[in-house]
T-cell receptor, first 115, second 113 residues
Framework: SAVISQKPSRDICQRGTSLTIQCQVD?????MFWYRQQPGQSLTLIAT?????????ESGFVIDKFPISRPNLTFSTLTVSNMSPEDSSIYLC????????????FGPGTRLTVL | KQEVTQIPAALSVPEGENLVLNCSFT??????LQWFRQDPGKGLTSLLL?????REQTSGRLNASLDKSSGRSTLYIAASQPGDSATYLC????????????FGKGTSLLVTP
């Protein structure tokens, strides 16, 4: 399985600011995803991070609010822009491992609180 | 749109009991199904992965079954222990859109000594 790290692990931010979350994988992976877990809720997919091209966003999520970069096969960033208290969530990146199995592994998450 | 439902939402059992967690999904066109464990304040740990062509997978005291045609999966935990206390998430892998996962809301399990 892949080992995934995220930075920062947590942060407290002011309304109107932006935060960039980093996701680093210890091996090259094909698919990387970003999910959000709002308080008391399950995980919701934000977007698929595509290497060398624009991310693919789920309905309800837009690039201006959640710009994503993926410069190579081991690294991705998610920015939460112009934050409001409703953005307070845990943000998790995940990767798939095994070409056929497509098993997903998750990073430890970034706990974001917006005041 | 794929909807994933988990029942019960919460469960409390005494140590040593066998238990079953249920997961249902609305679209049977899935690639795979994964069960995860989430401990408070931590990320997700993958427990079992079942391919769409498989009926079950086993790992230690855990057994997961899949009935794709009826849109159901169960996670069986044998001889539960206090260390099993966590939230268990069922996630269905899409057959398209890059194999991303659709998650249920989870079952919060408490195993009491």
């Amino acid at each position: 399985s892949a080992v995934i790290s995220q930075k920062p692990s947590r942060d407290i931010c002011q309304r109107g600011t932006s935060l960039t979350i980093q996701c680093q994988v210890d091996s090259q992976v094909t698919m990387m995803f970003w999910y959000r877990q709002q308080p008391g809720q399950s995980l919701t997919l934000i977007a698929t991070a595509n290497q060398g091209s624009e991310a693919t966003y789920e309905s309800g999520f837009v690039i201006d609010k959640f710009p994503i970069s993926r410069p190579n096969l081991t690294f991705s960033t998610l920015t939460v822009s112009n934050m409001s208290p409703e953005d307070s969530s845990i943000y998790l990146c995940s990767v798939t491992s095994g070409r056929a199995l497509r098993e997903q592994f998750f990073g430890p998450g970034t706990r974001l609180t917006v005041l | 749109k794929q909807e994933v439902t988990q029942i019960p939402a919460a469960l409390s059992v005494p140590e040593g009991e066998n238990l079953v967690l249920n997961c249902s999904f609305t679209d049977s066109a899935i690639y795979n199904l994964q069960w995860f464990r989430q401990d408070p304040g931590k990320g997700l740990t993958s427990l079992l992965l079942i391919q769409s062509s498989q009926r079950e997978q086993t790992s230690g005291r855990l057994n997961a079954s899949l009935d794709k045609s009826s849109g159901r999966s169960t996670l069986y935990i044998a001889a539960s222990q206090p260390g099993d206390s966590a939230t268990y998430l069922c996630a269905v892998g899409r057959s398209n859109s890059g194999y991303a996962l659709n998650f249920g809301k989870g079952t919060s399990l408490l195993v009491t000594p």
